[in-house]
């Protein structure tokens, strides 16, 4: 019913910048809440950032001051601006949404992307 897609990962140098890019389609009354997650080799899957509907953010420790997330909520599109990338910051991200939908009443329900690799290496 709701596919999620993110595009914008590879391979960047330590201290450099990217951004990624998530778009939601199909049957979608409202998305709420938007946000970046990531998984390393050996770790489990952790926050990066949200962001509400309204434009309130959320960040991990790790990246306040280093990453920006933000949305366009016309085009059900969420971004994640990236900089001063560090070699720790070397995981897969997935994109995740929290999506209203209506079938006679409403009701909520999280949806992933299928994840882009990020790596930051010399």
């Known amino acids: 019913q709701v596919q999620l897609v993110e595009s914008g990962g590879g391979l960047v140098q330590p201290g450099g910048s990217l951004t990624l890019s998530c778009a939601a389609s199909g049957s979608i009354f409202r998305i709420d809440a938007m946000g970046w997650y990531r998984q390393a080799p050996g770790k489990q899957r952790e926050l990066v950032a949200d962001i509400t509907s309204g434009g309130r953010t959320n960040y991990a420790d790790s990246v306040k001051g280093r990453f920006s997330i933000s949305r366009v909520n016309t085009q059900n599109t969420v971004y994640l601006q990236m900089n001063i990338l560090k070699p720790e910051d070397t995981a897969v991200y997935y994109c995740?949404?929290?999506?209203?939908?209506?079938?006679?009443?409403?009701?909520?329900?999280?949806?992933w992307g299928q994840g882009t690799q990020v790596t930051v290496s010399s």
């Open positions: 995740k949404g929290t999506v209203t939908h209506y079938s006679g009443h409403y009701y909520a329900q999280d949806y």
